[in-house]
T-cell receptor
Framework: QQQVKQSPQSLIVQKGGISIINCAYENTAFDYFPWYQQFPGKGPALLIAIRPDVSEKKEGRFTISFNKSAKQFSLHIMDSQPGDSATYFCAAMISNFGNEKLTFGTGTRLTIIP | EPEVTQTPSHQVTQMGQEVILRCVPISNHLYFYWYRQILGQKVEFLVSFYNNEISEKSEIFDDQFSVERPDGSNFTLKIRSTKLEDSAMYFC????????????FGPGTRLTVL
């Protein structure tokens, strides 16, 4: 019940296209859903995050869509660029004022081709 | 911009040896975490630490693991007797205050157990 399922495992998108990565969760106690971007040899870096009281959050070319009833959320990267090539992890957390731990999805390796 | 730092970047050790991985969290952060990522797999929570004690630990964090904040700046993960399956990237993360969900990750230490 603590799992976060992520798909696809890998994704190849043409430059300028839209990249879409999907995640699903079971535990309805999760109340914070971040996306992390990881480049080879680096630690995960927060990209964008959402709480379940909103259905969408946009920051520049990155948008999270959140469907509370379906227990799904997705990352959309508009106008994908070669510099977006990285591994993306969705995650979920229960805000517990002290004991927050991130439960990560399995990751999506995104490759943007010219 | 403040960042989490980790040393060493790569540690090679023989099975059965003790290793200590070091982290310097962001200076005003109060909550500290260790995660690990086995090659090609998802990032997994190991332990959270607040107010000089463990807040939560995963089933991975058995008696071979320990954490310590020996002074005001360092946060360490010790593996007492390393096993082959401990080979992974170990990430330290820190968070500012209760209710602030964002965790900032360090660049990681690659541990190789031979």
């Amino acid at each position: 019940q603590q799992q976060v399922k992520q798909s696809p495992q890998s994704l190849i998108v043409q430059k300028g296209g839209i990249s879409i990565i999907n995640c699903a969760y079971e535990n309805t106690a999760f109340d914070y859903f971040p996306w992390y971007q990881q480049f080879p040899g680096k630690g995960p870096a927060l990209l964008i995050a959402i709480r379940p009281d909103v259905s969408e959050k946009k920051e520049g070319r990155f948008t999270i869509s959140f469907n509370k009833s379906a227990k799904q959320f997705s990352l959309h990267i508009m106008d994908s660029q070669p510099g977006d090539s990285a591994t993306y992890f969705c995650a979920a957390m229960i805000s517990n004022f002290g004991n927050e731990k991130l439960t990560f999805g399995t990751g999506t390796r995104l490759t943007i081709i010219p | 911009e403040p960042e989490v730092t980790q040393t060493p970047s790569h540690q090679v050790t023989q099975m059965g040896q003790e290793v200590i991985l070091r982290c310097v969290p962001i200076s005003n952060h109060l909550y500290f975490y260790w995660y690990r990522q086995i090659l090609g797999q998802k990032v997994e929570f190991l332990v959270s630490f607040y107010n000089n004690e463990i807040s939560e630990k995963s089933e991975i964090f058995d008696d071979q693991f320990s954490v310590e904040r020996p002074d005001g700046s360092n946060f360490t993960l010790k593996i007492r007797s390393t096993k082959l399956e401990d080979s992974a990237m170990y990430f330290c993360a820190s968070r500012e205050i209760a209710g602030q969900q964002v965790q900032f990750f360090g660049p990681g230490t690659r541990l190789t157990v031979l």
